[in-house]
């Protein structure tokens, strides 16, 4: 787990430095570096299952809006016939722009979950004694 932190660290700290010229860099710059904090903190052995229940429902409930949204992923889908979402990296249309952050959110949700399932499965195996917690 390791590896998979230390490669997921580094992905969301560069994805958070490229929002710099994004409409809204306010909002996806914490949503990235707050995926790379909780796999830094992972990556250390400390997990707060408070940060996964939030970091869970807030990446899932913004997906879910990304989804439904007038130019969200269900516009890109039916409307658009799944255009390609590299072509360029200045995204003119509106639904790639709205896909493509879908697919951010996706992202760190999986992470998320992955670590959070982890930690699930390794303190069960550790020893319990009376000042656990």
């Known amino acids: 787990m390791k590896i998979f932190n230390s490669i997921f660290i580094v992905l969301f700290i560069v994805s958070a430095a490229l929002q710099y010229n994004d409409p809204d860099p306010y909002l996806w710059v914490p949503l990235y570096l707050y995926a790379a904090l909780v796999c830094l903190l992972a990556f250390r052995g400390k997990y707060y299952p408070v940060m996964y229940y939030i970091g869970?429902?807030?990446?899932?409930?913004?997906?879910?809006?990304?989804?439904?949204?007038?130019?969200?992923?269900?516009?890109?889908?039916?409307?658009?016939?799944?255009?390609?979402?590299?072509?360029?990296?200045?995204?003119?249309?509106?639904?790639?722009?709205?896909?493509?952050?879908?697919?951010?959110?996706?992202?760190?949700?999986?992470?998320?979950?992955?670590?959070?399932?982890?930690?699930?499965?390794?303190?069960?195996?550790?020893?319990?004694?009376?000042?656990?917690?």
Request: hydrophobic content about 45%; glycine content about 4%.
């Open 56 to 133: 869970l429902a807030g990446y899932l409930a913004y997906a879910i809006y990304k989804v439904f949204d007038s130019n969200g992923v269900i516009d890109w889908v039916t409307q658009h016939d799944e255009e390609s979402l590299v072509q360029t990296m200045k995204a003119a249309k509106p639904w790639i722009e709205e896909a493509r952050e879908f697919f951010g959110l996706l992202i760190c949700w999986a992470v998320l979950l992955i670590n959070f399932i982890h930690y699930k499965i390794t303190s069960r195996r550790l020893p319990k004694n009376k000042y656990s917690f």
